[in-house]
């Protein structure tokens, strides 16, 4: 049974970075596409970067530019780098496969931008 573990996130003024970290047991992150999604008060979750399996890499037009997803397929971790943060950022964001596994959503990580 997979369970992803996201990390990382915060309160951050805009303008501010974060990177946000996925962590999940076995190999996971190699085999599969991945994704970062993220899911705002009222609001559907949504998928914000991908990143294949052979590295192929998406990101919404809300974040390209200022987000980047990487993957670390020896340490079975996922990370996004998220810079030049908005007060539109603020969601709580999760990791899982790309398209996602419902029974692998993990509790995600609060990501707050606000002055």
């Known amino acids: 049974q997979v369970q992803f573990v996201e990390s990382g996130g915060g309160l951050v003024q805009p303008g501010g970075s974060l990177r946000l970290s996925c962590a999940a047991s076995g190999s996971i992150f190699s085999m599969f596409a991945m994704g970062w999604y993220h899911q705002a008060p009222g609001k559907p979750r949504e998928l914000v970067a991908r990143?294949?399996?052979?590295?192929?890499?998406y990101y919404a037009d809300s974040v390209k530019g200022r987000f980047t997803i990487s993957k670390d397929n020896a340490k079975n971790a996922m990370y996004l780098q998220m810079n030049s943060l908005k007060p539109e950022d603020t969601a709580v964001y999760y990791c899982n496969t790309d398209p996602p596994i419902a029974r692998y959503w993990g509790q995600g990580t609060q990501v707050t931008v606000s002055s």
């Open positions: 990143k294949s399996s052979g590295g192929r890499t």
